[in-house]
């Protein structure tokens, strides 16, 4: 038998991991005594002492004053320095870039949005433009580069976790095989995590969305494109190429033609977002312009309005939404049936709106197998940006206390 390492037992793995154990105590109660921090880890009173007294000569912890008596003395009360660094999520788009900047506890600190509008868009220039917004942020609230800990990137493309490489995004300049990870790290000089959106679009709405009780479900968004997220055993499930929730390339009987191909859009994407609602819209017979009952007319119709008038009850309007819904039904109802998830989320401008959830809820009331809950998203939650934050909370404790060698 071939000898190995063992570290386990080792006393310097021992402390790290007893030490990341009551830092994360720590970053989700604010302050506790260490009376507190021993009931809650389940360690010896002198080993709680001792990690707590590594974290202060570490400056991540600090004393802050007496807590309530419960009969005795007062406990000494300590807090984990949210401050002492900060974190950075973005979200790469068509026509955006957004940033969602915080404290080491996910508290917000800023919020960004710049326009791609009339600019570059190659991936060396969208390096440029996150390490300027960075530098304005680290600069407005006073932080330095080095308490900068970690950079997690969400962007609508298959993404190599592991490689940090984005393998495609066809609505931007020469984003073919991109290293996204190894170009922004030079940029940021920090951890850098790359992640698909809808992937952290999941794990915002598990952090601090509809999902946060769930271990099992899917999101599905559907607004300019369409895309999901999959959440397996309370964690992302990418796949074993990474593409996982690439559900645009669903091959469906009443839609599929072509086998698909990686390097341009599903033909779902054809059907169901916006624009392929306004595309029906277009095609069906053209009323002269008139007032249409939301305050739109036929020249100034969207999918939105589309949405609302089959929510007042316009036939035409209906008949679109409810073939989108069939279609949507029939992607819940294969995702269900191998996955068997708990939740399935609807988002997106399309995907979240209430007339498109009451159809397909309507079109799942008659199936007997792997029934589940549809519901929509929470609007508004910059999900994306929250899912990467909160990756970037996961991944501190490693950053600030890195694994001992052995």
Known sequence: MKKRSIPIGRP?????????????????????????????????????????????????????????????????????????????????????????????????????????????????????YIGEELKALLRKHKKTREQLLAVVVGVPAITNVDEGTVLSISTLEGWRSVPL??????????????????????????????????????LINIGTNVGAGIFLGGKIHHGSQWSAGEIAYLR????????????????????????????????KSKPEPRELGVGRTKR?????????????GDARAEKIVRQRAEIVADIIVNLSLILNP???????????????????????????FALTRVVSSIPGNRAVLWGAIALALEAVPGVLLPQPSL
Request: glycine fraction near 10%; proline fraction near 4%; aromatic fraction near 4%.
């Open 12 to 128: 310097s793995v021992l402390r790290h991991t007893n030490a990341h154990g009551i830092l994360n105590l720590l970053r989700e109660c604010g302050s506790c005594s260490r009376a507190d921090l021993v009931r809650a880890s389940g360690l010896s009173a002198p080993t709680v002492t001792n990690v707590v007294k590594d974290l202060l000569s570490e400056d991540l912890v600090e004393p802050v004053g007496e807590g309530e008596s419960s009969g005795g003395r007062p406990p000494d009360m300590i807090r984990f320095k949210a401050e002492r660094g900060c974190l950075l999520a973005v979200e790469i788009v068509a026509e955006n870039i957004s940033f969602l900047f915080t404290d080491l506890n996910g508290s917000e600190l800023d919020v960004k949005k710049i326009s791609l509008a009339k600019r570059k868009t190659t991936p060396e220039a969208i390096c440029g």
């Open 181 to 218: 990870r190894a170009m922004l790290g030079k940029v940021v000089n920090c951890l850098v995590i790359i992640e698909n959106d809808m992937n952290l679009a999941a794990q915002g709405e598990r952090f601090c969305g509809a999902a946060q009780a769930e271990k099992d479900f899917v």
């Open 252 to 283: 469906l009987p009443s839609v599929s033609r072509r086998q698909p191909t990686i390097h341009e859009f599903g033909e779902l994407e054809t059907v169901l977002t916006s624009s392929g609602i306004l595309k029906s819209w277009n095609d």
């Open 300 to 312: 100034e119709m969207d999918a939105i309005g589309i949405l609302n008038l089959a929510q007042a």
């Open 342 to 368: 708990g939740l399935i989320l609807l988002s997106g401008q399309v995907g979240g709106h209430p007339v498109l959830i009451d159809f397909v809820r309507k079109e799942l009331e008659g199936s007997e």
